[in-house]
């Protein structure tokens, strides 16, 4: 199967007009997200257009990887994916909103396969070997190793057979629909401000007070704006362990010079004497702010909040096992285990009970209204869902 390597801007607008004239093309993006650079970075984007295997160079000088946006962004175009999520992310953080996307996970999921990389689906459904996946590669390297080329190749010369594979058994199980109308959904999103460098975590909270979580969150913010600066991954600037020691006792700035985990860069007086200061002004922020050094940072229910949340838990409990358990034992025996988690997971469920989930999807309220008459449980519940 060919492969072309495309790093050039006229190139691109050829590969795109020809593109712009299909029915479908799978596609697939390789990227770092803090891993050897700073940030959320798109490095490669591996195209098939059951002809020929596209490898598109966004790292190019010569090349401007917008112009390949509106084939992406045509819903005239099915775009055969796998596990798109990260991808889609990515594609929106860019101002590129795809559209028409088949996601071949999803697929998988309602057809009771277990979850599986796309290199063991390939092998188990059609009895392809494309050998070790190589995510974990630097995909900032120029130029890409025979390596590299082969398996950024192999995510999407195979989505089409696979495709053809999946809809005939969906056919046969009937749920052609379901599959369609989950892909669909694609279409609504927009994770365009989404923050993909979340870099503070709620469990980071558990040991500190509230004045030396706010100096954290302060070192932390700074140590983003290094790594961002040097183009280099957070966690390889400052180690967090170490910041929340100093967060807890600035003393620990005095052995800067022997301390461990810092780049070798910003290992100097400059940068010590910026944290000496830091932590100085967040304590007199925190100050003002009222912050207490004897009150967690992390806040625990009061007793009020603990006993709704309790009833709320006996509530989903009762909820779960009078309607849901017995439509999920149905839907495993007729569909399989896999796709009764798939369709209702306990998340799922919960989100459903409290109110929490956005509109069911339509074959969802359909099954269970179904399922409500068959096996005669209460309206009430069905009603609470689906009102």
């Known amino acids: 199967m060919p492969v072309k390597y495309i790093d050039r801007t006229p190139e691109l607008q050829s590969v795109v007009q020809k593109l712009s004239g299909l029915n479908q093309i799978s596609i697939d993006l390789e990227f770092d997200k803090n891993y050897?650079?700073?940030g959320f970075n798109l490095c490669l984007v591996q195209i098939f257009d059951g002809d020929h295997c596209y490898l598109i160079d966004p790292l190019s000088k010569n090349l401007e990887i917008e112009t390949l946006f509106p084939v992406l962004e045509n819903e005239?175009?099915?775009?055969v994916v796998f596990a798109f999520g990260e991808d889609l992310r990515l594609l929106h953080s860019l101002n590129c909103f795809p559209k028409n996307i088949y996601d071949l996970n999803i697929a998988t999921s309602l057809l009771n396969y277990p979850p599986a990389s796309l290199v063991n689906l390939i092998d188990d459904i059609l009895s392809i070997d494309t050998g070790k996946s190589s995510q974990l590669s630097n995909w900032y390297k120029r130029p890409l190793t025979d390596q590299q080329v082969h398996y950024a190749a192999q995510d999407v010369l195979h989505l089409f057979e696979l495709k053809s594979v999946l809809i005939v058994q969906a056919e046969e199980m009937n749920i052609t629909g379901w599959i369609n109308e989950e892909n669909t959904v694609w279409d609504q999103l927009d994770y365009s401000d989404e923050v993909n460098n979340g870099i503070l975590k709620e469990k980071d909270k558990n040991d500190f007070n509230e004045v030396e979580w706010h100096i954290y969150k302060q070192l932390m913010a700074y140590r983003e704006e290094l790594a961002q600066k040097l183009n280099k991954p957070s966690f390889q600037i400052i180690k967090k362990e170490y910041l929340m020691e100093v967060a807890k006792e600035t003393r620990t700035l005095m052995g800067w010079d022997?301390?461990?985990?810092?780049?070798?860069?910003?290992?100097?007086?400059?940068?010590k004497t910026d944290l000496i200061d830091l932590v100085r002004d967040a304590r007199k922020q925190a100050d003002k702010l009222g912050l207490s050094e004897e009150q967690p940072a992390k806040k625990y229910p009061s007793p009020e909040e603990l006993k709704i949340y309790r009833e709320q838990q006996r509530e989903l409990k009762k909820f779960k096992s009078a309607f849901f358990d017995p439509i999920k034992q149905k839907i495993e025996e007729e569909y399989g285990q896999e796709t009764a988690v798939y369709l209702f997971s306990n998340r799922i469920i919960s989100d459903l009970v409290n109110g929490e989930s956005s509109e069911l999807e339509k074959y969802k309220r359909d099954l269970l209204v179904r399922y409500t008459e068959e096996l005669n449980l209460d309206k009430e519940y069905l009603h609470r869902i689906i009102e």
């Open 36 to 38: 050897y650079r700073y």
């Open 76 to 79: 005239e175009i099915q775009k």
């Open 258 to 271: 022997q301390a461990k985990g810092i780049y070798r860069a910003i290992k100097n007086e400059d940068t």
